[in-house]
């Protein structure tokens, strides 16, 4: 009678324990607003919006984004003479857990620069290409993996002046919902929010 009582209380014991680790990275779907931005190629102290976009899921989905062409501009010291170049730029987005007050996030960016953008389609084919000569090529990839507090706004820099900036909402906000991230993203200036 003991050994089945103690195996009763044992079994308890690891099915509440099994449903706090549960509960400690499935605490329901979060919004995530995110976008990138880009210095002005003028030389301008300004950061113009590339795009923008959230979404709502839970811990182990993804979300893929691949962004609008980016002309960039990288110049000497002096400033006489300049390159450009057209960033076509993805990114990975990957919502790792969901915590009491942070949510963990992966994020990859594969990126490359050339001097020419190209989107096809079986009914379309967009081609852009500069007509310079004084082109810069290159590619690579940037990952970072963070803890993200609940509306707080964090950025991750990107080569070439461009950067990413994400909010997350706590549990039980939707993409319907009126939240905090909205107004930080919009009124945040992108260089201000802290970087991981």
């Not at 004084?134 to 963070?146: L, P």
Request: charged share 20%.
């Amino acid at each position: 009678m003991r050994s089945v009582a103690g195996f009763t209380v044992g079994l308890g014991l690891a099915v509440l324990a099994g449903c706090a680790g549960w509960n400690a990275s499935h605490r329901g779907p979060v919004v995530v607003d995110y976008r990138v931005n880009s210095e002005d190629i003028s030389g301008r102290p300004k950061m113009n919006i590339v795009e923008g976009n959230s979404f709502f899921d839970v811990a182990g989905s993804t979300n893929n984004q691949t962004y609008p062409p980016v002309t960039i501009r990288q110049c000497n010291a002096q400033r006489t003479e300049c390159s450009l170049g057209i960033v076509t730029l993805t990114s990975q987005i990957q919502i790792l857990s969901v915590n009491e007050q942070s949510t963990k996030l992966r994020l990859d960016f594969v990126y490359t620069v050339g001097e020419e953008w190209r989107r096809e389609t079986s009914s379309t084919k967009q081609v852009h290409r500069l007509p310079m000569p004084e082109v810069i090529k290159d590619e690579g990839r940037v990952t970072r993996t963070a803890d993200i507090p609940y509306s707080e706004t964090r950025r991750v820099e990107l080569p070439y002046g461009l950067s990413l900036s994400l909010c997350v909402s706590a549990p039980g906000v939707t993409t319907m919902d009126q939240r905090p991230c909205t107004n930080q993203m919009v009124h945040a200036d992108a260089k201000s929010s802290p970087a991981f």
